[in-house]
């Protein structure tokens, strides 16, 4: 390198930022006329993070949950609708779509104690479907509820045991 | 067409490729940087509105041939960024689409598939960037 060699630092760094300039420009004018324009900034602290409003988190890991479920120790339960429940499920979970939580608690938590441990899973890195339904059952009572996240791919992906039909 | 040549054009249209679906779905696309669980929610959103275009810009400018020094300095860091991202989520257990070159969301997220793709356009970044500043050196001297 010679003492000239700084000069084409000075040239990339006009050069950077003359393409920053672009792109804030262009980023800033498309955002703002699309009809699908999303806020610059957005609080999203609380979307599908498994964490309630009172600060704690519920996610349980697949190793913590396959665990579990090897032991017999908890009772799973799917959060989403019936056909894709019918369709293919943890083994052995139970059916409480978080849709029709409120007139189907009652039949789906038969049986069930307050002091189960409860394991809610819908499917999808975004799905909100079990963490919506955790919440619920610890407002019925339930203390003891975790949440899997993106629990039916990934109970799957690792082969874990699954049912299928009614 | 050289090596060179050959390669700042693939280079570029990796970039405009990837900024595509992206700038067509801002928000599908702050889901994707969401769910890496990497940066703070109040950069999430102007990630999902400026990444894009800077994509496209020095995409463009690499086929383009202008501006050589800063848009083969930008993608040498974006595409580190991006390999960092992945493998710190490959690393903690995150199994998580890319949305490198899609804002769906992958049925079977395969991050080795997405570490070694990103792998290979960094060499070619790298190679860029030895030739363009190297180069420059030379003249210059």
Redesign the interface.
Known sequence: MTLNSGRIWIKTSRQVLFIALIVLVAGFCSNKLRSDKIPLVEDWSEKSNPVTSSGENLEISLAEAANLFKEKRSIFIDARSKEEYDAGRIKGAKSLPYKEADWKFVEAMAGVSENSSIITYCDGETCELSMELAVFLRNAGYKNVRVLSNGWSVWKQNGLPVDTGK | MTLYHGARIALGIVFIYASYDK?L???AF??VI??YQILP??L???S???L???E???GS?LIIGV?L???V??GNILLIIFFCALMYNKARGL???CGCFSTG?D??PQSNLYLLRDFSFTVIAVYLFIKV?MS??AH??
Request: proline share 8%; charged share 15%; glycine share 4%.
């Open positions: 700038i779905h801002p928000a702050a889901k969401y769910n929610g109040e999430i959103n102007l999902a509105i400026f894009p275009w800077l496209l810009t020095i400018l501006w020094p800063g848009s300095f930008i199994d998580i689409s969301t049925d079977a500043f420059d050196f210059s001297r």
